[in-house]
């Protein structure tokens, strides 16, 4: 909570000059973490901006979405791409899998800002209770992602025939199953590249923000914000776990709407 | 002393349930956009005004997680301008990088 500054009272006569001012009446911490998150803005938007760029110099499949095979001439429709859900093998069912990880990821922000709001009550019980619901849905997102990546990874059983030049400088024309760094059997070889570049680093954020829940699942659950006497590390945190979401919200229309 | 010291010295304050109201309703209109989302990469054709428009919902979302999830609406203006003056810049870098790769394309297939 801002207003809580430890500083020496400013005195009227010493004025703007004399220190101890807040300006942005935030703390330090929450300052910080926001100029984070702007910096992070910035690479996300630079990996995003740079997949739109590398997208609009491929041609769009023009034709009927149900002739639709995969070809490194063309970038590939979304939604015939990822539309396996889980458990159920060989079902056609379009952005189903995915739809659900973002509404599981927004979940999760809800549960945060209810932590939040707790916090600012000094409410140990809601925070734990809220702070373990998040948690939970952090967790369910990166296995859901880890699905997602397997299932890219090893591809459908049908695969593509593709003509690309191979790790040894071969062109060679054949069958292609699933997607690598080189060659995949969706579209371009930077589609994929892109695509494990882009949700990885969103990922790889997720798994340092699930680690962040945990260090505050805890320290609430023991009491040591209790004894710290405020709660702000939950708002911090929650900072940090919303700019996930918010990546994902960019994430989700620009690989798997447009 | 184990038990007091887990003890809460903090006066805990009862919920405010108008406050809890407003998140679970800024919940709903981002799932509704989502929903809305899906619903039109199905129904609509594809072309630059579908893909305007998610990008136009998509921002919309940006706005209500940034500004009520995380309070940037409750912050002090310059704090508020501080971050979003500076992703001003990106729209920049939007329309350079898609002229570019629009003029890629050009190159690469004609």
Not at chain 1, 161 to 175: A, K, M
Not at chain 1, 213 to 228: I, K, N, P
Not at chain 2, 36 to 56: C, K, N, Q, S
Not at chain 2, 76 to 105: M, R, T
């Amino acid at each position: 909570m801002s207003t809580h500054s430890t500083a020496i009272g400013v005195s009227s006569k010493r004025g703007v000059w004399g220190g101890g001012n807040e300006p942005l009446k935030a703390s330090y911490g929450k300052l910080m973490m926001w100029f984070f998150l702007l910096s992070d803005i910035f690479t996300f938007a630079a990996f995003l901006i740079t997949y739109l760029s590398i997208r609009v110099s491929y041609p769009a499949y023009a034709g009927p979405a149900k002739e639709f095979v995969g070809s490194n001439e063309y970038w590939p429709i979304p939604e015939l791409v990822f539309d396996a859900i889980p458990f159920v093998h060989g079902v056609h069912a379009p952005l189903v899998f995915v739809g659900l990880m973002t509404f599981i990821l927004i979940a999760s922000s809800v549960t945060m800002v209810l932590a939040v709001e707790a916090g600012h009550r000094n409410d140990r019980n809601d925070v734990v209770k809220w702070m373990l619901w998040t948690l939970l849905g952090g967790i369910t997102f990166l296995g859901c992602q880890a699905w997602e990546w397997n299932h890219f990874i090893h591809g459908s059983e049908a695969g593509a025939v593709l003509n690309y030049i191979n790790g040894i400088s071969q062109n060679v024309t054949e069958t292609v199953f699933g997607a690598n760094l080189l060659v995949n059997e969706y579209g371009p070889a930077s589609f994929a590249n892109l695509f494990f570049f882009i949700t990885g680093f969103h990922g790889f954020h997720v798994t340092i923000g699930v680690v962040l829940l945990f260090m505050v699942f805890y320290q609430a659950a023991v009491g040591v914000y209790d004894r710290r006497g405020h709660y702000e590390m939950v708002e911090k945190v929650g900072l940090y776990w919303h700019f996930v979401d918010l990546v994902w919200v960019f994430v989700f229309t620009l690989f798997y709407l447009i | 002393m184990d038990i007091q010291e887990n003890k809460s010295t903090l006066n805990v304050v009862p919920r405010n349930d108008d406050k809890i109201k407003k998140i679970w309703k800024t919940a709903l209109i981002l799932l509704a956009i989502t929903a809305a989302e899906f619903v039109m990469a199905f129904t609509m054709p594809r072309g630059i005004i579908l893909y305007v428009l998610f990008m136009a919902l998509t921002i919309w979302k940006a706005k209500y997680i940034m500004m009520e999830f995380m309070h940037l609406g409750d912050e002090v203006k310059p704090l508020i301008y501080s971050i979003l003056v500076p992703i001003a810049f990106l729209f920049w870098l939007i329309i350079v990088l898609i002229k570019e790769g629009s003029d890629i394309f050009s190159l690469r297939w004609f």
